[in-house]
């Protein structure tokens, strides 16, 4: 049974910084593209940051380009994202989420396995 668990969420002041961690079980962490994702209230799922098999590559969202920074350790099957200057445009729920192919990193409808989602919220 494959489970990505999402943690690192919480309140942050604008400005600060947040590490989310995903930990994934019952894959082949090496063989899958990971990616974050998040949902603003109101707002439809939106891609975030993606990193490639071996963790060469990055893919950022422009909004988060210079702020955030995906990254992976395959030897602990996890991947993180290290989110900087944050601002409350930030604030959503963020999901992890798992695909075979890098093709259309930026497009949810690929992704595998999802985990559960980490709250992140940004005061001004």
């Known amino acids: 049974q494959v489970q990505l668990v999402e943690s690192g969420g919480g309140l942050v002041q604008a400005g600060g910084s947040l590490r989310l961690s995903c930990a994934a079980s019952?894959?082949?962490?090496?063989?899958?593209?990971m990616g974050w994702f998040r949902r603003a209230p109101g707002k439809e799922r939106e891609f975030v940051a993606a990193?490639?098999?071996?963790?060469?590559?990055?893919y950022y969202a422009d909004s988060v380009k210079g702020r955030f920074t995906i990254s992976r350790d395959n030897a602990k099957n996890t991947v993180y994202l290290q989110m900087d200057s944050l601002k409350p445009e930030d604030t959503a729920v963020y999901f992890c989420?798992?695909?075979?192919?890098?093709?259309?990193?930026?497009?949810?409808?690929?992704?595998?396995?999802w985990g559960q989602g980490t709250q992140v919220t940004v005061s001004s």
């Open positions: 990193v490639s098999w071996a963790g060469s590559n990055t």
């Open positions: 989420a798992a695909r075979s192919g890098l093709a259309g990193y930026s497009s949810d409808y690929e992704y595998k396995y």
């Open positions: 019952g894959l082949t962490f090496r063989t899958y593209v």
